[in-house]
T-cell receptor
Framework: AQKVTQAQTEISVVEKEDVTLDCVYE???????LFWYKQPPSGELVFLIR??????QNEISGRYSWNFQKSTSSFNFTITASQVVDSAVYFC?????????????FGTGTRLKVLA | NAGVTQTPKFRILKIGQSMTLQCTQD?????MYWYRQDPGMGLKLIYY???????DKGEVPNGYNVSRSTTEDFPLRLELAAPSQTSVYFC?????????????????FGDGTRLSIL
């Protein structure tokens, strides 16, 4: 069965520290998609990245980077030199080709607190 | 750009009352979705629609109804509000889930409606 696990419920770091948010997924599909969303205190969900199962290249966008490893079924998210504005809840999500890619399976989220 | 707009932002209902949560998008997306987010949990899909006139149940549809008469609008109706429906509700939209290379399209979310039922 498909599942997304974000084992870290809450993480607190001091500004400028690096932090990694873990995401482990389960799927039987060979074609699937992984997403990260950010939910700041204001409540909206902001799309950060999509990764296809057939593309294991890591990605970097400014201070954000994502490490996709099919061997460990993980799609981890690292923020380098964290800032207070990074404080938010971060969700990892999975969609599978066979069950309909409109069906996102969300993890329970990781609340990141960046302290000044 | 307005994107996905949800109204109201907050609402308190009494048990047994009914109400409609409004959702409209101006991105010409054919897919639309309703989710609920309970404290400490991820989002659960309530209903979705792949186009005007077409709707289908998601993971947690009981107690809700939807309609999709236009591409832009996808209202969610609660007929007999119950305390278990206290939650934050998110509407989302996306292009057809397969992009030019077969990829899943990202969903764009509204700001949410915080609903309390007392």
């Amino acid at each position: 069965a498909q599942k997304v696990t974000q084992a870290q419920t809450e993480i607190s770091v001091v500004e400028k520290e690096d932090v990694t948010l873990d995401c482990v997924y389960e799927t039987r599909d060979t074609t699937y998609y992984l997403f990260w969303y950010k939910q700041p205190p204001s409540g909206e969900l902001v799309f950060l990245i999509r990764r296809n199962s057939f593309d294991e290249q890591n990605e970097i966008s400014g201070r954000y980077s994502w490490n996709f490893q099919k061997s460990t079924s993980s799609f981890n998210f690292t923020i380098t030199a964290s800032q207070v504005v990074d404080s938010a809840v971060y969700f990892c999500a999975l969609s599978e080709a066979t069950s309909g890619t409109y069906k996102y399976i969300f993890g329970t989220g990781t609340r990141l607190k960046v302290l000044a | 750009n307005a994107g996905v707009t949800q109204t109201p932002k907050f609402r308190i209902l009494k048990i047994g009352q009914s109400m409609t949560l409004q959702c409209t998008q101006d991105m010409n997306h054919n897919y639309m979705y309703w989710y609920r987010q309970d404290p400490g949990m991820g989002l659960k899909l309530i209903y979705y629609s792949v186009g005007a006139g077409i709707t289908d149940k998601g993971e947690v549809p009981n107690g809700y109804n939807v309609s999709r008469s236009t591409t832009e609008d996808f209202p969610l109706r609660l007929e007999l509000a119950a305390p278990s429906q206290t939650s934050v509700y998110f509407c989302a939209s996306s292009y057809s889930t397969f992009g030019p290379h077969g990829e899943s399209q990202p969903q764009h979310f509204g700001d949410g409606t915080r609903l309390s039922i007392l």
